[in-house]
């Protein structure tokens, strides 16, 4: 199935970002910092136009759309992320025994989870932060997949096995993603 005769997205870096491609490899600089990332692929290029990115491939066929489309994805991601960077925020829940969350260099300790005697961990991705207020868990980092994947770590950490869910909901959740 052949959609046009040509692919093509083009991503303008903001005021305050900058690209940087070489050998595949680019590099997005904003206020918030650096991130880098690699895009090697026969079937779809990159190329640099000033201070912006363009992706394109010739007669694309379905695979091809559905690459170019990630990557296009995938360097708007890391524009957001230099510009404004991400923020999962998650919500520590318990009915009797208080959960005590503390961090430990590049890992999160999850204690007295279910009257537990050792605690459970969480590893942090990344450049990753994390802060703990009261019962509320906040990741913030530029790279949305690193702050996702702490988030879900610490959330991956609390769950409980061989009992009813829907009598035991203690856990460490995600409530909000994004911003």
């Given amino acids: 199935m052949v959609v046009s005769e040509n692919l093509v ?7 305050g970002v900058s690209f ?5 490899r680019l590099r997005v600089k904003g206020p918030k910092g650096e991130i880098e990332r690699e ?3 026969d079937r779809v290029r990159m190329r640099q136009e000033g ?7 010739e007669l694309p ?3 091809e759309l559905a690459l170019a489309g990630t990557w296009n994805a995938h360097v708007r991601n890391m ?3 230099v510009m404004e960077g991400y923020e999962y925020r998650l919500k520590i829940v318990y009915a009797h025994f208080p959960i005590k969350v503390s961090i430990k260099g590049k890992e999160i300790l999850i204690e007295n989870f279910l009257g537990e005697k050792r605690p459970r961990r969480a590893e942090i991705f990344g450049n990753c932060k994390v802060e703990v207020k009261n019962d509320i868990v906040t990741v913030t980092g530029i790279n949305i997949e690193e702050v996702g994947q702490t988030a879900a770590n610490i959330e991956r950490a609390t769950r409980i096995k061989d009992y009813d869910p829907r009598v035991f909901q203690d856990g460490i959740y995600i409530i909000s993603k994004g911003d």
Avoid: M, Q, T
């Fill in 9 to 15: 997205y083009r991503i303008d870096a903001p005021e």
């Fill in 20 to 24: 940087h491609l070489e050998n595949g």
């Fill in 39 to 41: 895009f090697l692929d």
């Fill in 51 to 57: 201070n912006s990115i363009v992706i394109e491939c």
């Fill in 61 to 63: 066929r379905r695979r």
């Fill in 79 to 81: 524009v957001k992320g």
